[in-house]
């Protein structure tokens, strides 16, 4: 079974109550894996997407579907460099390997030179998120999904658990 599936093989479907995926070690890394580099987690949730409108069927995707109290599902996701000629900066974000938005400008701007800092290797870059939202309480009460994603700033390396990290 291969990582995604395992962390993903469950859809979250309570209202209010947070998913961690099965190896979360309770101190803010979700990854044990060697090659990825896992950010630090800030207190909350300080970064909200953009873009997350055009990726709705990727967002109910992986909650398993709207659901008359929404979500709140808490999932590793994955930045990206996104190259392009609008924004030199931009970092999109992707969760089981769907696209799921974008890090803002004026945010990517600064986060985007600090990942580069940290990482000279090229390893990819996780950080927590957080899907909001979802809720369809019938055809004039249905809520679009947001994302917002946990990072430390100044941008700093996640503190693996000697007990519960690599060997």
């Not at 309770?26 to 997407?49: I, K, M, Q, S, Y």
């Not at 967002?59 to 460099?81: D, I, K, M, W, Y």
Request: hydrophobic letters at 40%; proline letters at 8%; aromatic letters at 8%.
């Amino acid at each position: 079974m291969t990582l995604f599936k395992a962390l993903f093989a469950r859809p979250h479907r309570t209202a209010g109550q947070p998913h961690f995926p099965a190896n979360y070690d309770g101190t803010g890394c979700w990854w044990f894996e060697r090659g990825v580099l896992p950010l630090g987690a800030a207190h909350g949730f300080n970064v909200d997407l953009v873009g997350e409108m055009q990726w709705q069927d990727n967002l109910s995707a992986l909650t398993g579907g709207r659901c008359e109290e929404g979500h709140n599902c808490h999932f590793p996701a994955q930045l990206v460099f996104d190259d392009n000629s609008r924004d030199p900066n931009a970092l999109g974000v992707m969760i089981d390997h769907r696209a799921v938005g974008w890090v803002p400008s004026e945010i990517s701007a600064d986060l985007r030179p600090a990942i580069l800092r940290l990482n000279p290797e090229g390893k990819p870059v996780t950080c927590k998120a957080k899907v909001m939202g979802g809720w369809d309480r019938g055809p004039d009460d249905r809520g679009y999904f947001g994302v917002k994603l946990s990072i430390s700033m100044p941008v700093k390396r996640a503190v693996l658990s000697t007990a519960t990290g690599p060997a």
